[in-house]
């Protein structure tokens, strides 16, 4: 097999899968328990809760663990806004955000507030954009760092400082889940005061993720029935997936695979090049390449590339299940184009076999198909 859909989920590595082995059948205890099985079990949970926060840059009390990133997501927005709604109904996001954020805002539409989503122009989110959409009403910055369809790399450490400047409560928030372990990451430097991450983006389990929250910084709880994470995520803590994903964080290193994987998608793009009709939709975030075929569906070229050459990519966000891209469509793409794209994401442990053999099934699957 020929995995490239990395931006999807990722392999669980061998070390990662053993950790989450070794709690479930040796250190098995409810971490809240009094007892010693119980003590030897919160040592695990706040062990790992050291090792995330250490990875951004955070304090062990600013990290809450969750079910992964979506309800990370959802914790945020609708925490903060319910925190904050007596000082303004206005939220601020991007068009190209993951559906966990696009769908949490919508539905705070229904209940009243205001909600400004701002495009890429000419392929870029600007600083200028946010300045131009935060005012003294806006309670809520939501913007993602790296978008997971196209490898858009948005300047989020821009944005505190715009909140300032322009006399706003806004708390912001942003989804990093597809820069975690792939760009450095210091929430002091982004000056953010809530951040998503999760599992298994980066060879950790699905199903735990977590949510930093800036200490000093209020949002409530969306769910109720015990005293587990500061109260904010009640409910008995997964600790064979959060310790495994805390075993999945220790394995990082990102330098050096940041500088394997650059090279691979500088290889794609070579092999790419005599090849007619091929746009890219992607920026210079290399984990991340999205191409359009322009006479192909991406749905029947995906078919075709995992039938007849063991190759897996995708068409865009995994939450999507086979819609059109919300992501491309912001970009302001033609519907051929969107219709044909296809977004192939890198991790450290892929070969320049999988380029190749990706590149062949490509070429004939151009050759072959029913075009539009």
């Not at 539409?109 to 989110?125: A, D, L, S, T």
């Amino acid at each position: 097999m020929y995995y490239l859909d990395n931006s999807a989920t990722t392999v669980v590595s061998e070390n990662v899968a053993k950790t989450a082995y070794d709690i479930m059948t040796k250190s098995f205890g409810n971490p809240s328990s009094l007892h010693n099985v119980g003590y030897d079990a919160s040592l695990i949970l706040e062990n790992a809760r050291k090792v995330v926060a250490t990875s951004i840059g955070a304090e062990e009390k600013e990290i809450f663990f969750t079910s992964g990133g979506t309800e990370a997501n959802n914790l945020a927005i609708f925490g903060a806004v319910n925190a904050k709604r007596r000082q303004g109904n206005k939220i601020v996001t991007t068009a190209i955000e993951h559906p966990s954020v696009l769908e949490s805002v919508k539905e705070l539409e229904k209940q009243g507030f205001q909600v400004i989503y701002i495009k890429p122009e000419n392929g870029e989110i600007t600083p200028q954009q946010f300045a131009d959409a935060i005012d003294e009403k806006t309670i809520l910055v939501s913007a993602m760092t790296v978008n997971n369809e196209t490898g858009l790399v948005i300047p989020t450490e821009k944005i505190p400082a715009i909140i300032k400047r322009k006399k706003s409560p806004a708390l912001f928030h942003t989804d990093f889940v597809q820069g975690y372990g792939k760009l450095s990451c210091r929430v002091k430097k982004i000056g953010c005061d809530l951040l998503t991450v999760s599992a298994h983006k980066v060879h950790g389990p699905k199903g735990v993720g977590a949510l930093f929250v800036k200490k000093g910084t209020r949002i409530l709880p969306r769910a109720f029935g015990g005293m587990q994470e500061g109260k904010l995520r009640p409910g008995t803590e997964p600790l064979p997936l959060i310790g495994a994903f805390a075993k999945a964080v220790e394995d990082f290193n990102i330098e050096e695979n940041y500088k394997r994987v650059k090279e691979l998608n500088q290889y794609l793009k070579e092999n790419l090049e005599d090849i007619q009709g091929i746009v890219t939709n992607s920026g210079d975030f290399p984990y991340i390449m999205n191409i359009s075929t322009n006479c192909v569906m991406s749905q029947t070229m995906l078919s075709y590339l995992a039938d007849n050459f063991d190759v897996c990519v995708s068409s865009g966000s995994a939450c999507h299940k086979g819609e059109l891209s919300h992501v491309l469509g912001a970009y302001g793409y033609d519907n051929r184009r969107i219709n044909s794209a296809l977004r192939i994401s890198f991790c450290e442990s892929n070969t320049k076999e999988d380029v190749d053999m990706f590149v062949k099934g490509l070429k004939s699957g151009l050759e072959s198909l029913v075009k539009f």
